[in-house]
Each structure stands twice: as structure tokens, then as C-alpha cells.
């Protein structure tokens, strides 16, 4: 089992920047895949950024709503993934959520982290 435990959420104002950031609490699993996921009031959760690491190159993928706002970064070794979110808008404002994929679709999920952009 794995436990996903996210942090980095709050209130800000339009244009601001936030980190998120979600630690896999076992060290030992080689994590290649992370991602983030959010769910707006009364929307469908949606994929927000995902990372994969490979022998020597990380592959990354982004909703085009958050294209060159947000990067997304991991560090394998510390099982650890983060999200930058730069040039918030209002739009952006959900519960944000670490996910790790599984093959048998039985993905790990964080609590999530509330974020608002509000002014």
C-alpha cells in the first residue's frame, strides 16, 4: 500500500503562483509515472499534468488549459512529484490531487489540496 500526502495548497489572487507538492510515503517503490488531477465544484476530476521517467529523460503532459503556467517536476528517488503553478486564474481554483497509476487501474490517490484563486 502506498499512502500519497499532498501539500502546498491556500488562497491566493488572480496571477499569483503556488507549489504543490505529494510524497509517496514508501521510499523503496520505484515510482515512474506521477501525476496531478483536480475536480472543480460540480465538474468531472480531470488530468492536469503528468510525469514519466525514463533511463535518462522525463516525459510530461498537460491539459491545454494549463499549458505554460504549470510545470510539473519528479524526483524518483524521493518518490516525490511537484506541480508549479504559476499565472493562477480563477478557473484554476479545485481540490488538486497526487496520483500514482497502477496497471490494474487500482491508482493511489492523495487526500487532495484545496486551491483558490480568488481576488
Known amino acids: 500500500q502506498v499512502q500519497l500526502v499532498e501539500s502546498g495548497g491556500g488562497l491566493v489572487q488572480p496571477g499569483e503562483s503556488l507549489t504543490l507538492s505529494c510524497i509517496a510515503s514508501?521510499?523503496?517503490?520505484?515510482?515512474?509515472?506521477m501525476a496531478w488531477y483536480r475536480q472543480a465544484p460540480g465538474k468531472q476530476r480531470e488530468l492536469v499534468a503528468a510525469?514519466?521517467?525514463?533511463?535518462?529523460?522525463?516525459?510530461?503532459d498537460y491539459a491545454d488549459s494549463v499549458k505554460g503556467r504549470f510545470t510539473i517536476s519528479m524526483d524518483s528517488a524521493k518518490s516525490t512529484v511537484l506541480l508549479q503553478m504559476n499565472n493562477l486564474k480563477t478557473e484554476d481554483t479545485a481540490v488538486y490531487y497526487c496520483?500514482?497509476?497502477?496497471?490494474?487501474?487500482?491508482?493511489?490517490w492523495g487526500q487532495g489540496t484545496q486551491v483558490t484563486v480568488s481576488s
Open positions: 510525469i514519466t521517467s525514463g533511463v535518462s529523460i522525463k516525459y510530461t
Open positions: 496520483n500514482v497509476p497502477q496497471p490494474d487501474g487500482n491508482d493511489y
Open positions: 514508501r521510499s523503496d517503490l520505484r515510482i515512474h509515472t
